[in-house]
Every structure is written in structure tokens, then in C-alpha cells.
């Protein structure tokens, strides 16, 4: 191929690359509540980061997965509740332990 060809598909392959989003997912189970036995997918887009941290959706889309600051754990609630979960007004669902962290990293 020519390379301006050549150069012109890297830059296709590097853009579809850079195109395509990683998400990270929780695979919860064990809770009385089946709808929180679901996969939950990473949301990242920072309108519905709570308490600075990203959260993650049901696959059904009825709960999601957020940092509580007010009591150092991960909480479920459900998704029609998510602004006053954002606010501070509402303490979900299900918790973590206290301290608990999603992703352990070290």
C-alpha cells in the first residue's frame, strides 16, 4: 500500500481504538433482594459520580451501586432514587461493611 494509504488506515485503527470504551463491572450475589444479584457496569461520565467516585448500573437499569462518604461504605439503591441518593437525602438500600473498598488496589 502507498504510504499515505498505509498512514491513513493507522490513523482509522488507532481512532476505533480509541473509540471503543473500557468498562469495569461488580458481579453481586448472594442478597434476599434478587434485583441487586446482577451485573453492574461502570458509569463514568461525571454527572453521575456520587461523592466524587464513579457508580454502576444494573443491567435492568432498576439499581446502582454508589460511595457513601457519610458512612465509608458502598451502597445499592434503587436508580429512581439517584438524586437524592446524590444529594445526601436517601441511604439506599444495602451497604458494604464500613470501610470497605470496591476495588482493592496494592
Known sequence: APPAAAAA???AAKDAKDAMATFRGVKMNGFQNRALNALFVENDDPEFQVNDRETYFSSCGDYF????????TWGAAKTKRFKQVKEGLSNGVAHSPEGFEIWQTG
Open 65 to 72: 451501586l454508589y460511595r457513601s462518604a457519610s458512612t465509608n
Open 9 to 11: 488506515a493507522a490513523a
